[in-house]
């Protein structure tokens, strides 16, 4: 609004100009740009001719047309100065003319008077070209022949005149350069000419820097960047790393494994670098069903088992084609091995193997051919082979990768009846593979053991009385051999004994060792057997061993005592007659009582079983003297009854009992006169110990004649053969046997309680019954000596030897 104000304002001045006929002209002033707030353009008043002291009075005053208030005037002084910094680009934005002016009004009342000012704002290079754009790209092909042109986008400088673009300069470069060209407005463009042909693969961007160049002084320049980007043709062919390589894997490796990754590259980009691989013709059908070609990637992986031991080498050619409009392609050749690892176990093959064999085989034979392989190669396929090292046994390799088994030690079956052998092989692979296999090894037996006894000296007990047929013990030997070798038969190696063979006595059951007693035993007679057993296996030649067997005969409590001494008849009363002027402590009688059995069973005490004055007498139990205990007196009875018992130690104990019938006398020649037991032409001894020294005597005697005589027979009789063993009534009936007589006479206590030698007088006396039909050997008597039978025994005969 104000400004049409100021429009009617002046027009109604020009009016009055005209009406008043005031005429008024233009004062033209120049100045450059740019410059700076206050400064001085120049004196209005002094130019137009005014009184500076009416200036604020005419109310002067500064108009600019159309423009902003760039000027102003100092009322005080006149002055046109600058207010604000003046930009000739930002006043004049068109470059239609080289002129360019800020048109002022100066305006003064009283009178009003109108002065028209023009300043020129002179340009000044303050501005430099400048592109459109900061880069500037161009697309161009690397088939677009050389010379070929390509627009620049051009600078614009505000500044005109001389100050604006007058040239281009474009980098160095061996493919482009430009051309300056002139418009029809007189502006300066550059076209980019193609100087060299492209090649996007060895380059496929150009920067290039664009420079405009104004005429100011001093110059000023803009620049621009030039991409070029170079376009792809197809004009390169697929290529791989390598043309050919050689791939190493593993057997055995899983379906799926990454063998090799192909790399083809192409220096063409887009479609034209997009590449598909595939086999070539010349790769076979067992190479493409063994492994796969990824054709988009370039993998080849494991399609199929692999196995050293059938394949080892794989060949194949891999063709790279891109996928331009003429598509070109690249090769390459591929060697894959397969490397061998120990998947193969080793194997062993039993060529020949001899079982069974006899224990006595020779060191060095050979039992076994054994034969080794491995499918492997090197170390996976070298193998050895064992045994355990406990074994009699050995490997010698015969050949390559055969070996013998042979017997190293001696072969015992009883000890090892058969070994299992283990053959086991291994490869030295890493780890080691193995494979074993186990063949038995039988021995035979062969007899080589002689049958053994659990003692080499058996000691049985038998007591005496036993039944005949009793089982005495079980000698059983063992053979470690088998079947026939092992087979035992008992036999008694023959011994005679007294004449006696010891088969007549004992018997042994052939099959089982079983001892039989075949008669009844009397340790009285036989207090022990020494004799052999042996046993022979039925093996050839057959094998034998034998024992020592001691056969003791035990003693029974079977025997009761005898009274020898005082001697009477058989169930008579011993009449004895002492002086009744005995003194006290005196001997009276003794009674001695033998019992043939042991030790121990023949242990005889004594005691009084009836007593007529048990004050009177007394009675050793151990020597089984009678004594006075005290004189006798006139009270006494002249006729005393002792009976005297004797009993042994056995278990059951056994007893003999004696009775004495003392009568005391007067004198002692009467009363020993009256006994009827001792011929008259004896002087008989009142000590009864004298006679059984005497007695003893003579029967050691006898034993000794007994001993020679038997060495003598022995000499000269022939050796029976086998007989039954005799019963034990024969053997005491037939006392011709020399061993008999010396038994009956000499060692025998029963024997000895049937003869009571007297040797004062050369006569011997018999004591006790003899069975009648029985013939003694009296031995231990020179030739003449009388013989006297006192015990009603005519029957029986009494005789020297011949």
């Not at 004495?660 to 110990?689: C, G, Q, R």
């Amino acid at each position: 609004m104000q400004s049409c104000k100021r429009y009617v304002l002046l027009g109604i001045l020009i009016l009055l100009s005209f009406v008043h006929n005031i005429s008024t002209s233009v004062t033209h002033y120049s100045i450059p740009e740019e410059m700076k707030e206050g400064s001085v353009v120049a004196n209005l008043a002094t130019d137009l001719s005014l009184d500076v002291k009416t200036l604020n009075q005419r109310k002067m005053r500064l108009d600019i047309i159309a423009n902003k208030k760039y000027l102003d005037v100092n009322k005080e002084t006149g002055e046109l100065y600058v207010v604000e910094k003046i930009d000739r680009e930002n006043i004049c934005t068109t470059k239609s003319s080289a002129s360019c002016y800020l048109k002022l009004e100066i305006i003064l009342e009283n009178p009003v008077r109108i002065f028209n000012i023009e300043v020129e704002i002179l340009d000044m290079n303050d501005n430099a070209p400048q592109f459109r754009r900061d880069a500037i790209h161009l697309d161009i092909s690397e088939a677009t022949p050389k010379g070929e042109r390509f627009s620049l986008s051009n600078a614009v400088d505000p500044d005109v005149g001389s100050n604006s673009v007058k040239t281009y300069h474009l980098t160095e470069s061996e493919h482009f350069n430009i051309e300056v060209q002139t418009g029809r407005d007189g502006s300066k463009f550059a076209d980019l000419i193609l100087k060299k042909t492209l090649d996007r693969e060895q380059q496929a961007v150009h920067n290039l820097i664009l420079t405009a160049v104004d005429g100011g002084t001093p110059a000023r320049s803009g620049t621009a960047s030039v991409i070029v980007r170079v376009l792809d043709t197809n004009d390169n062919a697929p290529t791989f790393d390598k043309v050919s390589l050689s791939v190493k894997i593993m057997e055995n490796s899983p379906i799926g494994s990454l063998v090799v990754h192909l790399n083809a590259t192409d220096l063409d980009e887009g479609s034209n670098s997009d590449i598909t691989y595939s086999y070539s013709l010349y790769t076979s059908e067992k190479t493409q069903e063994t492994f796969n070609l990824n054709p988009s990637t370039g993998e080849i992986t494991v399609k199929g088992m692999l196995n050293y031991e059938d394949f080892r080498i794989y060949d194949m050619e891999v063709i790279a084609t891109d996928k331009g409009a003429n598509s070109l392609s690249g090769q390459c050749t591929i060697k894959i091995l397969v490397e061998d690892m120990n998947d193969n176990h080793p194997e062993l093959s039993i060529k020949s193997f001899q079982s069974p064999v006899n224990e006595n085989i020779e060191l060095d034979t050979v039992i076994a051919v054994v034969s080794v392989s491995d499918k492997d190669s090197g170390n996976n396929g070298v193998v050895d082979l064992y045994i355990p090292d406990n074994m009699p046994f050995k490997l010698r390799e015969s050949s390559d990768n055969y070996y013998e088994l042979v017997v190293s030690e001696p072969l015992d079956r009883e000890k090892v009846p058969e070994y299992d052998i283990t053959f086991t092989v291994t490869d030295r692979g890493s780890p080691p593979l193995s494979d074993n296999e186990t063949m038995t090894l039988e021995l035979l037996d062969v007899n080589d053991n002689v049958p053994q006894f659990p003692q080499s000296f058996y000691t049985i007990r038998v007591m005496e009385n036993n039944a005949p047929g009793a089982l005495l013990s079980s000698l059983t030997a063992f053979d470690p051999d088998l079947h026939e070798n092992q087979y035992l038969v008992y036999f008694i190696l023959e011994k005679e004994i007294a004449n006696t063979s010891m088969s007549m006595l004992f018997s042994i059951n052939p099959e089982n060792g079983n001892l039989y007693a075949l008669k009844t035993f009397d340790y009285e007679i036989e207090k022990e057997f020494l004799f052999h057993i042996e046993a022979r296996d039925s093996g050839s030649p057959p094998l034998s061993s034998n024992v020592t067997v001691h056969i003791i005969i035990v003693d029974q409590n079977d025997n009761a005592p005898v009274i020898v001494s005082p001697w009477r008849a058989h169930g008579s009363v011993v009449e004895e007659k002492i002086p009744r002027s005995t003194d006290k402590g005196s001997l009276v009688a003794k009674v001695i009582a033998l019992d043939t059995d042991s030790v121990h069973n023949s242990r005889i005490t004594y005691q009084f079983l009836q007593v007529t004055d048990a004050t009177l007498f007394s009675l050793d139990q151990y020597n089984g003297e009678i004594r006075t205990m005290r004189m006798f007196s006139y009270r006494d009875p002249r006729h005393q009854r002792l009976v005297v018992v004797a009993k042994d130690n056995g278990e059951p104990a056994l007893s003999a009992t004696v009775t004495i019938k003392l009568s005391t006398v007067e004198t002692v020649v009467k009363a020993y006169s009256d006994m009827t037991e001792v011929p008259l032409e004896y002087d008989i001894f009142s000590d009864l110990n004298l006679y059984l020294v005497i007695g003893l005597g003579s029967v050691s005697f006898l034993l000794l004649i007994t001993i020679l005589v038997t060495i003598v027979l022995k000499c000269q009789k022939p050796k029976p053969s086998k007989a039954a063993p005799p019963c034990r009534n024969s053997v005491i009936s037939e006392r011709n046997s020399t061993i008999a007589d010396s038994t009956l006479v000499s060692n025998d206590a029963y024997w000895y309680s049937l003869f009571l030698a007297e040797t004062r007088k050369g006569k011997l006396v018999v004591r006790q019954p003899v069975p009648k039909g029985s013939r003694y050997i009296v031995s231990s008597l020179p030739r003449g000596t009388g013989l006297t039978d006192t015990s009603d025994s005519a029957a029986s005969t009494l005789q020297y030897p011949k």
